[in-house]
Structures are given as structure tokens and as C-alpha cells.
């Protein structure tokens, strides 16, 4: 499992609400500017399917990232297994500064772990500053 985690300092509601909504996911779904998120979907509960699918802004790439809920406690954990059979799990637990966020997953086999865990957390520290400067 890799594991890359960010505290952010907002409200527990506030985190699920951007964490979950397709119209939020689109905003903030991105590891850099070069990439962005033109389509979402999610169906937030045990047994529903999420897709998302993600695009260099250029055109020239496109895939789809997506999966089905093992487990969803409301406000506090998410579990999906993605299309691959990899396992996610998403945990929102507050601390003195606010709600860290800690996301574990199953690498693949075809990138360098440390590419995966610098990408999935350069997309939680694109969450983190979409959260803290997004109105609602």
C-alpha cells in the first residue's frame, strides 16, 4: 500500500461535500495544470460506481479512473476497489489543525511507486487549496 495524506483546514462537512460532488471533482481532480477532469460521476454509496475521467488539457491523453464502494461511512471513511481490482481507502479524521485526509492504495505495476505516491499527492494537495479557497 502507498499512502499520502494532507490536513486541511476546513470543515469535516464542507471536505465530503468537495470530496464527493462530480461539479466539485471536476475543479480539483488534477496532479498538475497540464491535466483536467471534463467529466464526473459518482454514486456515493456501498455497491455504487464512481468515473471520472481524466484528460491532458492538450487532447492528446485521455482515461477513464473509476470504481465501485465497498464501504462508505458518512463523514469519515471511504473504501472502492478501482476497475483493476486495486483497493482504495480514504479515511477524514480530525486533528488539532483541522482534517487530515489519509488515502491508501494498492500501486500498479507499470509506473514507479514513487511516481504513483507523487502524483496521487499532488492531486490531495490540489483538493487541500481547491477546499480551503472555495466558497459555498
Known amino acids: 500500500m502507498i499512502t499520502v495524506q494532507s490536513t486541511i483546514n476546513a470543515s469535516i ?25 471534463p467529466f464526473a460521476e459518482n454514486d456515493l454509496k456501498v455497491g455504487g460506481k464512481f468515473k471520472y ?3 491532458s488539457t492538450d487532447g492528446t491523453m485521455r482515461f ?14 471511504i473504501e472502492y476497489e478501482m476497475a483493476d481490482g486495486r483497493k482504495v481507502k480514504i479515511v477524514f479524521e480530525k ?7 489519509i488515502e491508501s492504495f494498492d500501486p500498479e505495476t507499470v509506473n514507479p511507486e514513487e511516481m504513483q505516491k507523487n502524483g ?17
Open 13 to 37: 462537512e464542507k471536505i465530503w461535500e468537495l470530496w464527493t460532488a462530480p461539479e466539485h471533482v471536476m475543479k480539483w481532480n488534477n496532479a498538475s495544470e497540464d491535466w483536467h477532469t
Open 120 to 136: 496521487w499527492q499532488a492531486i490531495l494537495d490540489n483538493f487541500k487549496k481547491y477546499v480551503e479557497n472555495a466558497i459555498l
Open 53 to 55: 475521467t481524466m484528460a
Open 64 to 77: 477513464d479512473f473509476e470504481g465501485v464502494y465497498t464501504n462508505v461511512v458518512n463523514l469519515s471513511l
Open 95 to 101: 486533528d488539532a489543525e483541522g482534517i487530515k485526509v
